[in-house]
C-alpha cells in the first residue's frame, strides 16, 4: 500500500462521459476525483466496481481499475475483489435502481459482512438509462413512462434500509455542495469497514425540476448545523426518515467504535490456519490409513 | 446344516450390494463401513447414496460394488438385496434391481413370506427373512444396532472382510464409549454366526486381492472437484448451498484458508458467482459450484466473464430437472443450458468427469483451461459422481501442469492495452495492484483498450477474436477417450457417469467376439468435429448413451457433425440407471441387425 | 462568499497567495469551461460548446498573464494555496451545461459565472488589509465587470427574440 502525492487530474480518464450535460453525475465524479486525490492512493491501487445505469459508468471516467459489470450486482463482484486483494481500496457505485431495486437483496449482506469498501448510490429517483421509468426511490405518485397515471407504491428510503442493518458510516450528499460532498466521500472511504453514501445526483434528462442541483441549493440543510453527533443512531434513525421530505446531508452515522472488518476477520483466520498440506499433496487427506 | 451341502462357485471377483431402510436404520453408515473395510483391504470400491426428499427418516439406499480389479459405475443388477423395509426397497425401483440370482435379504419382521416377496414377478432363489432386529436386541440390547447385524451377516455369507470392518466398528464406536464397542462387536459376530447357521444355496466369497493399498484414496467427486482446486490453485470460492453441490463448498470452507484463499457463502447464487468473478478480476484464481436451478440464476454473470475475458471455473453437479425436479438422483439433462444458455455469441468450453478419479485430472484441466484461455469454462458433474464414493488408486501430481494466467510483462506495462489483438487472440491480463496496466473490465463491448464502443465494426473483431482463442481446444485429442477396435463398424458414445457403465458394456461385448468401440469426450463443447469425423468414419450403427429424457450430446452432434444414420440415440430420465448389461444387449442386436442388412443386400444383389 | 474557499484567512492573506489563488481560480475555471465543452461536444450541441471552448481560452490567457505576474515578483516560492481549497468560484458550476442549449443560454450562463466572480472578489475585498492585495483583487474585480460588459454585448447581439426551445425540436433521448 503506497501513498503519493496526488491530484484530482491523476484520477480522470480519457473517456468522455455520456452523461446528458447538466446531470448530476458530473459533479458526483469530479468529487471523487477530489476525495481520492485527498486519499493518496495511487490509480492503480484502487478498484472502482459498478453496475449498470447512467451512474454505473462513472469508474471508466477515473484511472482506477474499474469494473462495469451487471445490472444490481456491483456489491457481490467488489467484496470478491476486497476478499481476494484486501489490500485494495474498492469503491462500489451505482444507481438507485441498480442498488435497492435489482441489486437490493445484496445491500444486507454486504452489510453483514462488513467488507471495507464504500458503495456511492447516485440516486436520482428515475430511471435514466431506459428513459424514465418509476425507479425504487421515486416519489409516491410520480407520473413516469411506466407510471402515466401516478405511481401507486411508495418509494424505498435508502438511509434507512442501510442504517436499519446496521452500516458503520451512512451519509448522505449532493452535488450542489461540492465541498461538503467532497468531504463526505473522502470520510466515507477513510472509514474502516462499510461505509455508505446516499448522493443526490439528479437526473437532468427526466427528473422533476425540484429535484435538480439548482433545487438542491436552497433545499439543502447541513446535519451538522441542526448540531446532529453522527454517533447517535437513534437519531440517526429519525433523521434519515425525512429521506424524500427533507434534503439533509453529512454523517447521519458514524459507529464511534469499528468493529473489525471482514477483511481483518479473514486474515486472522487465514493465519490460524496457515500450513496444511503443500498444494501438490493436497490428496494424501484422503488416503486411506 | 452343513457346509457340505452347498455347491462351491469359484471366488467372485465384483460383488454389487444394494441395501435400503429408513434413514434411522443407518444403512448408508453399514455401506460407509462396508467401503471403508474393502479399500482397507486393496479392494476396488464404489458405493453411491440415494434418498428419498426428507431431510431425516425417509428412505435411503445405498449400493457398494466391491471388486477385484478396476471398477467403471456402481454395477447393475444386484447381486446381494438388503431390505430393512419393503416400502422403502422399493421406492428406489430401478436403481436397485433385482433378478432371480439376486441374494435377498431382509427384515422377518416385515411379515413377508420368502416366496412372496413384492419384486414384480422376480423369484430369487436365495432368500433370508431373517430376525434383524431381534438379533440385534439380544446382541446389543438394542434394536438400533441393526446395521452393524447387516454388516456380519454380509461379512458372514460373503467373506467382505471382517477384520476390516470390524476395526472400522471399534474405530467408530470408541468415541463413544467401551460399552457400545462391546454391544456392536457382538451384533456383529452374532451377524456372522446366522450367516454361518444359515449359508447359501451356492456360497459366494468375494476372491481375495493382494495389493498393496499405499496411497490408496478413498473420497467421493465433490471432495474430489473441491481438492483438485485446490491443487490447481485456487484461491477463492463463492458458492450458495444447492443439493448435490454443496459438498464442494463445505470442503473448501474448511480447507481454503490454509492457503491464504477464502470462501464467500454468498445471499444467493448470483452473488456467490459474482464475488468469484470479482476475485478472478482481482487477479485469482477462483470457482464458483452450483446445481441446474442454481445455474440458471447465474448464467447472466457468465455473459460478463466472457465479453470481459476473466478466467473462471464453474462447477454444474447435475441433477434431474427442470427446476427442483430430483434433486437427489443423477441425470444428465443440463448440456443444452451449459453450451446455450446465457445470452449473446459466446462459446464457453465444458467438460465432464466420468469418475471420481477422473474429477481430479477434469478440475484441473478447467482451471488451465480458464486461465490459459481467460473465459469460463463448465464442469458438467452429476449427483452420481459428485457423491459417490469410490477407491481411488495414488495420483502421481506431478503429471499435472498447472497453467496460469498470462499477465503483461514491465515492457508490456509501457504502453498496455488490456484486449490487445494478438494472433492466438489471447491478451495478456493484468490485475488491479499492478501498476500500468489499469483498464476498464466491463460488461459493455469494448476496443483493445477496455473502452466502452457501440461500434459494429469492433464488436465483430471482438467476438472473432474471442472465438478464435478457443479454436485450439477443437484438436485437442487429449481430451477425448478412445476405446476398443479402431475400425469396428459398432460404436457407442457417452460421457459423464454413463460413460463408466459404457466401459463395462464395451467390454462384455468385446468378450463375446463383437468387434466395437467407445468415445468418452471430455470436452463436450466446442464440439471437436474431427474427433467424432475420425472417429465415426467406421461406424454403421451405434448408440450415443445418456441420461436425459432428449439425449442432448446426441442432438449437438447431429447440429455440427456428419453422423451416420446408424448412429442413434439411447436416454433415459435421470435416476432411472443404465445397466452394463442392457447396453450389451442393444449393441449385440445392433451387430444382429447390422449382419441381417448385409446379407439382405447380398440377397438383392 | 469566501466560504467557497477552505483553509485561507482574508484577513491576512499575503501578495503571493492572492496571486496563487488568482491563478487557481482562473485555472479552474478555464478546466469547468472545458469540460463543459466536452459535454456539449460529446453531445452536438456546437454553437455553445464553441463559446464554451472561446471562454475556456479567455480564462487560459488571464491565468497566464497572472502567472507571469506572480513568476516576475516571487520567481518560484513555494505555494501555499491549492487547487483542493477552491470549489466554483469563477467556474460555471457543473449542472449548468444542457443538451441542445443555444449561444444564448450559454452566454448567460458565462454571465452568471463573470458576476458570480465578481462578488467573490468584491466580498474578498472587504475582508482584505493588504494594501497590495487589495489592490489585485480590485483589479480582479473590475476585470470581471469589464467581461460581464463583454458577455453583455454578445449577448445583446444574439437579440433576445426566443428562437424556441430547443427540446421542441429535437429528437427523443434514446434507451440503453
Known amino acids: 500500500m503506497t501513498t503519493v502525492q496526488l491530484t484530482s487530474k491523476d484520477f480522470k480518464s480519457n473517456l468522455k462521459p455520456i452523461w446528458c450535460p447538466g446531470c448530476g453525475d458530473f459533479g458526483v465524479v469530479q468529487g471523487i476525483y477530489r476525495a481520492l486525490a485527498s486519499i493518496g492512493r495511487p490509480p492503480h491501487e484502487i478498484a472502482f466496481v459498478s453496475g449498470i445505469g447512467c451512474s454505473s459508468r462513472i469508474p471508466g471516467y477515473t484511472t482506477a481499475y474499474g469494473f462495469n459489470t451487471v445490472h444490481g450486482r456491483a456489491l457481490p463482484i467488489a467484496q470478491g475483489i476486497k476478499l481476494a486483494n484486501p489490500e485494495l481500496l474498492v469503491l462500489v457505485a451505482g444507481g438507485d435502481g441498480d442498488g435497492f431495486s435489482i441489486g437490493g437483496g445484496h445491500v444486507p449482506h454486504a452489510i453483514r459482512r462488513n467488507p471495507d469498501l464504500t458503495y456511492l448510490v447516485m440516486d436520482n429517483q428515475i430511471y435514466g438509462l431506459t428513459k424514465g421509468q418509476l425507479s425504487p426511490t421515486s416519489a409516491c405518485g410520480l407520473k413516469t413512462v411506466t407510471s402515466p397515471h401516478g405511481a ?67 433545499a439543502m440543510k447541513t446535519l451538522a448545523s441542526m448540531g446532529h453527533d453522527p454517533s447517535d443512531r437513534m437519531r440517526a434513525f429519525e433523521l434519515a426518515s425525512h429521506y424524500g421530505e427533507q434534503l439533509y446531508t453529512g454523517v447521519f452515522y458514524r459507529n464511534p467504535n469499528p468493529p473489525p472488518t471482514y477483511g481483518a476477520l479473514v486474515k486472522e483466520r487465514q493465519a490460524a490456519l496457515a500450513g496444511g498440506l503443500p498444494r501438490e499433496r493436497i490428496l494424501e487427506s484422503f488416503i486411506q490409513r | 446344516m452343513t457346509t457340505q451341502t452347498e455347491s462351491m462357485h469359484p471366488p467372485a471377483t465384483d460383488l454389487v450390494i444394494g441395501m435400503a431402510g429408513s434413514g434411522g436404520d443407518g444403512i448408508v453408515s453399514a455401506g460407509e463401513s462396508l467401503i471403508a473395510a474393502a479399500a482397507a483391504e486393496g479392494y476396488h470400491a464404489m458405493m453411491t447414496k440415494s434418498f428419498g426428499s426428507q431431510i431425516r427418516g425417509g428412505e435411503s439406499s445405498c449400493r457398494v460394488r466391491i471388486g477385484t480389479s478396476a471398477l467403471h459405475n456402481p454395477g447393475g443388477i444386484l447381486d446381494v438385496a438388503v431390505a430393512l423395509n419393503w416400502e422403502d426397497f422399493l421406492r428406489f425401483g430401478a436403481e436397485l434391481p433385482v433378478s432371480s440370482q439376486t441374494v435377498v435379504i431382509y427384515e422377518k419382521a416385515t411379515n413377508v413370506a420368502p416366496d412372496q416377496l413384492p419384486l414384480g414377478g422376480v423369484h430369487p432363489t436365495d432368500v433370508f427373512a431373517v430376525p434383524i432386529e431381534e438379533i440385534a436386541r439380544k446382541a446389543a440390547g438394542t434394536d438400533l444396532a441393526k446395521n452393524t447385524v447387516v454388516l456380519g451377516l454380509l461379512a458372514g455369507w460373503f467373506d467382505l472382510a471382517p477384520d476390516a470392518i470390524l476395526r472400522g466398528i471399534r474405530k467408530r464406536f470408541a468415541k463413544k464409549s467401551a460399552e457400545l464397542v462391546q454391544n456392536n462387536e457382538k451384533a456383529f459376530q452374532s451377524g456372522i454366526d446366522y450367516a454361518k447357521a444359515n449359508p447359501l444355496r451356492q456360497a459366494r466369497p468375494l476372491a481375495r486381492v493382494s495389493r498393496s493399498t499405499a496411497g490408496l484414496m478413498l473420497l467421493d467427486g465433490n471432495d474430489m472437484c473441491a481438492a483438485a482446486s485446490l491443487f490447481a490453485g485456487c484461491e477463492f470460492f463463492g458458492g450458495y448451498p444447492i443439493t448435490p453441490s454443496t459438498e464442494i463448498m463445505q470442503y473448501l470452507s474448511r480447507e481454503i484458508w490454509r492457503y491464504g484463499g477464502a470462501v464467500l457463502q454468498a445471499e444467493d447464487e448470483i452473488a456467490g458467482i459474482g464475488a468469484a468473478v470479482g476475485a478472478s478480476f482481482a487477479g485469482k484464481k477462483s470457482m464458483t459450484a452450483t446445481s441446474g436451478p442454481g445455474m440458471s440464476l447465474k448464467t447472466e454473470m457468465l455473459g460478463l466473464a466472457s465479453i470481459a475475458e476473466l478466467p473462471l471455473v464453474v462447477v454444474n453437479v447435475m441433477r434431474g430437472g427442470p427446476s427442483t425436479g430430483l434433486p437427489t438422483k443423477p441425470e444428465q439433462s443440463d448440456l443444452f443450458q451449459a453450451a446455450f444458455s446465457g445470452h449473446g455469441d459466446v462459446l464457453r468450453p465444458i467438460l465432464a468427469p466420468t469418475s471420481v478419479a477422473d474429477t481430479f485430472r477434469v478440475t484441473v484441466e478447467a482451471f488451465n483451461l480458464a486461465e490459459h484461455y481467460q473465459t469460463p469454462v463448465m464442469i458438467l458433474s452429476d449427483q452420481e459422481i459428485a457423491q459417490r464414493k469410490e477407491t481411488v488408486d495414488a495420483i502421481d501430481t506431478s503429471r499435472f501442469e498447472v497453467l496460469h494466467r498470462r499477465v503483461p510483462t514491465g515492457a508490456e506495462l509501457e504502453s498496455y492495452e488490456r484486449f490487445r489483438a494478438t494472433e492466438s487472440g489471447i491478451s495478456p491480463i493484468s490485475h488491479p495492484g499492478m501498476q500500468g496496466g489499469n483498464y476498464l473490465a466491463a460488461g459493455i463491448e469494448h476496443n483493445d483498450k477496455g473502452d466502452p464502443t457501440v461500434s459494429g465494426k469492433i464488436h465483430a473483431r471482438m467476438n472473432e477474436k474471442r472465438f478464435r482463442k478457443l479454436d485450439p481446444l477443437r484438436h485437442r485429442q487429449d481430451l477425448f477417450a478412445i476405446e476398443g477396435d479402431a475400425d469396428a ?42 474427433v467424432y469425423q475420425d472417429f465415426l468414419a467406421s461406424v454403421q450403427a451405434g448408440l450415443v448413451v445418456e441420461l436425459s429424457h432428449q439425449g442432448q450430446l446426441y442432438r449437438m452432434l447431429r447440429m455440427q457433425v456428419d453422423v451416420p444414420r446408424g448412429l442413434k440415440s439411447l436416454t433415459r430420465s435421470g435416476a432411472n440407471p443404465f445397466l452394463p448389461s442392457e447396453i450389451a444387449q442393444r449393441l449385440e442386436q445392433l451387430a444382429i441387425d447390422l449382419q441381417s442388412r448385409v446379407s439382405d443386400q447380398k440377397g438383392e444383389g | 462568499m469566501t466560504t467557497k474557499v477552505s483553509g485561507l484567512d482574508f484577513s491576512k492573506l499575503t501578495l503571493l497567495d492572492a496571486l496563487d489563488l488568482a491563478v487557481l481560480i482562473e485555472e479552474e475555471a478555464m478546466d469547468r469551461y472545458r469540460e463543459l465543452a466536452e459535454q456539449l461536444e ?118 433576445s427574440g426566443a428562437p424556441g426551445d430547443p427540446e421542441d425540436y429535437a429528437d427523443e433521448p434514446v434507451s440503453h
Open chain 1, 152 to 218: 401507486i407504491e411508495h418509494p424505498v428510503n435508502p438511509l434507512l434500509y442501510v442504517l436499519s442493518y446496521g452500516a458503520g458510516f451512512v451519509a448522505q450528499a449532493t452535488p450542489a455542495d461540492m465541498a461538503g460532498m467532497t468531504a463526505i466521500i473522502e470520510e466515507a472511504i477513510r472509514y474502516p469497514g462499510f461505509s455508505f453514501v446516499n448522493v443526490q445526483s439528479p437526473c437532468v434528462t427526466y427528473g422533476e425540476d425540484h429535484q435538480q442541483v439548482k433545487a438542491h441549493r436552497t
Open chain 3, 42 to 159: 460529446v453531445h452536438n450541441t456546437h454553437a455553445a460548446a464553441k463559446f464554451f471552448r472561446f471562454m475556456e481560452r479567455n480564462e487560459a490567457k488571464h491565468r497566464e498573464a497572472l502567472l507571469t505576474q506572480r513568476t516576475a515578483r516571487f520567481a518560484d516560492a513555494p505555494r501555499h494555496v491549492r487547487r483542493e481549497m477552491i470549489f466554483d468560484i469563477e467556474a460555471p458550476e457543473y449542472d449548468e451545461a444542457r443538451t441542445f442549449m443555444s449561444l444564448r443560454a450559454a452566454l448567460e450562463v458565462s454571465m452568471r459565472s463573470e458576476t458570480k466572480a465578481r462578488e467573490f472578489f468584491e466580498s474578498a475585498l472587504a475582508q482584505i488589509s493588504d494594501s497590495e492585495v487589495r489592490t489585485l483583487f480590485a483589479e480582479l474585480r473590475d476585470e470581471e465587470i469589464e467581461h460581464q460588459g463583454l458577455v453583455q454585448k454578445e449577448l445583446d447581439k444574439v437579440g
Open chain 2, 489 to 530: 463398424p459398432l460404436a457407442l458414445i457417452a460421457w459423464g457417469s454413463v460413460a463408466g457403465v459404457c466401459r463395462e458394456s464395451l467390454a462384455r461385448v468385446r468378450a463375446s467376439g463383437l468387434r466395437a468401440k467407445l468415445l468418452v469426450p471430455t470436452l463436450l463443447w466446442p464440439i471437436a468435429e474431427g
